[in-house]
């Protein structure tokens, strides 16, 4: 997720066969068995069991752990509650030890959380998002390749809107042009949303900077630091990277079928790979302390969904205005737009009501930006450009 454009991928429509029945389509998911998913046209699905996703009954013990975290529970209460064995519940604490979970006790003894660990589980979410469209359908890993791919799967599948992918790790975690996104275990928000909106594929860049404002407003509210908007879909602080958005659809030429806005944040992370230690930060590192990523990711779905109904019934041009208040890139700002072989330097002048933006290039005209590697430049300053237009204009 290095400053270019957001990635739109366009993939075909599958559809039901005459006779309008249920159409059966076969995927597989890298590092999983293939399997099925039927396309029930007419009824809602129940939720899909995706190879890979935490067992509920994993989720359910660590959020019985959770809530019990001052005193021992027996393995037997657990087993009861969960529906398995007590050698089974051992098992499982051993699994979450291994992730990265502080539980303390033995089998004979009973098991009690030595920390409460910030674990993005399902119950854990929905308890907080009770009548939100993000509540319902929630697919939890704690290690995958790409929320973005499951999500992509499970689009063409014909999951609803609403549906959310998180993981607490990601092994290939994707940004645009087919650049990776760092995504360390159990310390950012690694999450994606599937969305089938009413919309014209043209629009859907808008999607992308609405998720960045939602994102900015639940940092602020949850933290105070108000960051900076890198046009198209970057959150910035003091210079150095903090999150980013990569929405993909799946759509026909005049409508969009769906849409996946996947997020990345950087939450709790102390330090970065020595690549990107330079040009990368994180909440924790900003303000001193470590954050709840349960709580961030509450905020920011609820934002989500605020502001993705009123962009539904009012359209783009309040994503536009709140973009343009907040980003210091959207207006004034002396950049270098690099796309493929073509490279320029000129200063931002404002955006597009479909999201793209406006380059007044160098000795040039103004130029629509839609695509390509936006990055502040600093050799010349905008002020010092300024005064060598007015001498040249004096020497003329």
Request: proline letters at 4%.
């Amino acid at each position: 997720m290095r400053g270019r454009c957001t990635l739109l991928r366009v993939r075909g429509e599958n559809r039901p066969d005459a006779a309008g029945k249920a159409k059966i389509i076969k995927f597989a998911i890298p590092g999983n068995q293939d399997y099925t998913a039927s396309l029930l046209m007419a009824k809602r699905k129940p939720q899909q069991t995706v190879p890979g996703t935490t067992d509920r009954r994993i989720a359910t013990l660590l959020t019985l752990l959770a809530e019990n975290a001052t005193i021992v529970v027996s393995g037997a209460r657990i087993a009861r509650e969960i529906g398995v064995s007590r050698s089974t519940v051992w098992r499982w604490v051993n699994r979450l030890r291994e992730l990265g979970v502080r539980v303390k006790g033995e089998q004979h003894t009973g098991y009690f959380l030595e920390k409460v660990p910030d674990i993005l589980t399902p119950d854990m979410l929905r308890q907080r998002l009770k009548g939100s469209l993000f509540g319902k359908r929630i697919h939890h890993f704690f290690k995958v390749d790409s929320t973005n791919r499951v999500a992509l799967d499970l689009g063409h599948a014909g999951e609803p809107e609403g549906t959310v992918v998180l993981a607490e790790e990601q092994t290939a975690g994707r940004g645009r042009a087919g650049h990776s996104w760092h995504s360390e275990r159990a310390t950012g928000i690694y999450a994606t949303l599937l969305l089938r909106p009413q919309l014209a594929p043209v629009q859907a860049p808008l999607l992308t900077m609405m998720a960045g404002l939602s994102a900015h407003s639940a940092i602020r509210a949850q933290t105070g630091l108000h960051l900076d908007l890198k046009w198209p879909n970057d959150l910035v602080f003091r210079g150095k990277k903090l999150g980013g958005i990569l929405t993909e659809m799946h759509a026909e030429p005049t409508q969009i079928r769906f849409v996946i806005v996947g997020i990345g944040l950087n939450v709790n992370q102390e330090k970065f790979p020595t690549d990107l230690s330079a040009i990368a930060t994180s909440l924790r590192v900003e303000t001193g302390k470590q954050q709840s990523r349960l709580e961030l990711l509450v905020r920011l779905l609820r934002e989500f969904e605020t502001d993705y109904n009123r962009f539904l019934s009012e359209g783009g041009a309040s994503v536009i205005t709140r973009f343009c208040g907040l980003s210091s890139f959207a207006q004034g700002m002396r950049v270098r737009v690099t796309n493929g072989n073509d490279s320029f330097t000129g200063v931002t002048a404002g955006v597009s009501p479909e999201g793209s933006l406006f380059v007044q290039r160098d000795g040039g005209p103004i130029v629509t930006v839609i695509a390509g590697d936006v990055t502040e430049d600093r050799s010349v300053n905008v002020s010092d450009r300024s005064s060598m237009d007015r001498t040249k204009d004096v020497q003329r």
